[in-house]
């Protein structure tokens, strides 16, 4: 089975947050056409692919955008910064510093329990 090398999930319920910058377009569907255009333009289609998500679970930074299997979170990301992640993050490998949520921001892999390791892993005695 193959595998793509760079799944982008674009979260098609964000809001527009504070972090969208000046100038930049807030529209989840127009950013997923400008981010599958650039792909087929480049004829890397095999390998990338961008994806409509419900929410995931990081509203507050909306537009957001996860890139697996990298596990690259983008926040505030406009309809005019499709072209600079495809080139810039998919094909370079580069962070993009100015739409990356930190770390210590994500919601995700965080149980609301205080011990969250699964207890099939939980030593005994
Ligand atoms: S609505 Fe987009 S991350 Fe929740």
Redesign the pocket.
Known sequence: MSKFTHHIFV?????PSKRLGKGKTHDPGKLRAALKKEIKRLGIKADVRANDS??????D????IVIYPQAIWYGGVGVEDAERIIHETILAGNILEDLRIPDEQLRCGKSKKSDSTPPQQKQEG
Do not use: F, P, S
């Open positions: 979260c098609g319920k964000c809001k419900g929410c995931l679970d990081q509203c930074d909306g537009q957001v």
